[in-house]
């Protein structure tokens, strides 16, 4: 078995796909906790991580009910397990409240000093990097990049891989 999946998806083929790869990245992540977590995408949205309407991911988190969970609500999880959160993004418009909302719901639990959240226009890198984890590509993280867009997703649990990445995504976007 191979460390490393490419996967191709849209709307109509492998819908799901990226949805899946995001719920496993982040579930790991919550159960065997990083020290920093990256995520580096120009275009950000509160996209839904953890279909939890059934009660599923309970064991992730004991606090979260039965609903769609939201990636400020992953994020705001991570964070609590003494995970440092380092968001790079554009500058535009679209991402003020993603990062309102986020900075308001690390607020509401102190952990605001938790995250770091820097903006550079010239970014087009796609990427959630963890200590066990990389996953890169054509996506954005929001709605119509995890769900309608035709988008090329690579996620790896190659440690050579993860370093490599580690080592670009310490100063990518702050360029």
């Known amino acids: 078995m191979t460390d490393t999946r490419q996967i191709f998806k849209s709307a ?3 819908p799901k796909a990226a949805i899946d790869v995001l719920t496993l990245v982040f579930a790991h992540e919550l159960i065997v906790p990083s020290d920093t977590l990256y995520l580096v ?15 599923e991911f309970e064991g992730l988190n ?19 397990n003494d995970t440092r959160l380092i968001l790079r993004v554009r500058p535009d418009r679209h991402n003020q409240p993603f990062h309102t909302r986020l900075m308001a719901a690390l607020d509401d ?7 770091s959240w820097s903006e550079n226009i010239a970014l087009h890198t796609k990427g959630l990097l963890t200590k066990h984890a990389l996953l890169s ?8 990049g995890v769900t309608l867009n035709d988008e ?11 370093a490599q990445a580690k080592v670009e995504f310490d100063i990518h976007g702050t360029r």
């Open 137 to 144: 590509g054509s996506m954005n993280f929001t709605e119509r």
């Open 41 to 55: 995408t120009p275009w950000v949205s509160n996209i839904v991580v953890f279909d939890n309407r059934l009660g």
């Open 152 to 162: 090329s997703l690579t996620v790896s649990f190659n440690a050579q891989l993860i």
């Open 109 to 115: 639990v102190g952990l605001r000093d938790r995250c």
């Open 12 to 14: 109509t083929s492998a």
């Open 62 to 80: 004991p606090e979260w009910t039965h609903r769609e969970i939201r990636l400020i609500d992953v994020l705001v999880a991570v964070a609590s």
